[in-house]
């Protein structure tokens, strides 16, 4: 069975400095794909960065990144230069083939950022 | 705007009653998803369908069913509702295949808080 496990409940990073928060996975599928979204207070879900199980080299997008080991089965997502609002709750999520079905979440993580 | 949209915002049911939650896109997704978030457990899959006239089951589809209307439309009903149910549901859309996934993701409504009482 597929399962997403994020260990950090909370954590907290001053402003304009890095963080990772981390995310580990189980799955026999040799096709997945690995996805982080963001949930600010006001509730929506915003998806932040994907990753294939087959790409080659680590998504980045923006201030975003994924690292992504994959004999580890770990998708960490690193957040540079911090910002206020970047706090919020980070999931991150499954998918059972790259084409996106059937996607399972971790718990989450909350973020506070420090001025 | 583009996106999904997700009605109503808040519904309080009581033991046994019913409702139906209803989703609509417009981005010509062809995969559609109804999930589930309670504290502390993330997001959790209800139904999905992967194309329209396709349903299939989640995590966790107990007490629920849903219906493809069309392309635009995933409705989720329940049908004795209870205590247990009372959650945050969020309906969400993706493109199946293709650069959409690795670019937008999963697009999701806004949600739709139910309280059963």
């Known amino acids: 069975a597929q399962k997403i496990t994020q260990t950090q409940p909370g954590m907290f990073v001053q402003e304009k400095e890095a963080v990772t928060l981390d995310c580990t996975y189980d799955t026999s599928d040799p096709s997945y794909g690995l996805f982080w979204y963001k949930q600010p207070s006001s509730g929506e879900m915003i998806f932040l960065i994907y990753q294939g199980s087959y790409d080659q080299q680590n998504a980045t997008e923006g201030r975003y990144s994924l690292n992504f080991q994959k004999a580890r089965k770990s998708a960490n997502l690193v957040i540079s230069a911090s910002q206020l609002g970047d706090s919020a709750m980070y999931f991150c999520?499954?998918?059972?083939?790259?084409?996106?079905?059937?996607?399972?979440f971790g718990a989450g993580t909350r973020l506070f950022v420090k001025a | 705007n583009a996106g999904v949209t997700q009605t109503p915002k808040f519904q309080v049911l009581k033991t046994g009653q019913s409702m139906t939650l209803q989703c609509a896109q417009d981005m010509n997704h062809n995969s559609m998803y109804w999930y589930r978030q309670d504290p502390g457990m993330g997001l959790r899959l209800i139904y999905y369908s992967a194309s329209e006239g396709t349903t299939d089951k989640g995590e966790v589809p107990n007490g629920y069913n849903v219906s493809r209307l069309n392309k635009r439309e995933f409705s989720l009903r329940l049908e004795s509702a209870a205590p247990s149910q009372t959650s945050v549901y969020f309906c969400a859309s993706s493109d199946r295949q293709g650069q959409g996934l690795r670019r937008y993701g999963y697009t999701f409504g806004s949600g739709t808080r139910l309280t059963v009482v």
């Open positions: 999520a499954m998918s059972r083939n790259t084409g996106g079905f059937k996607t399972i």
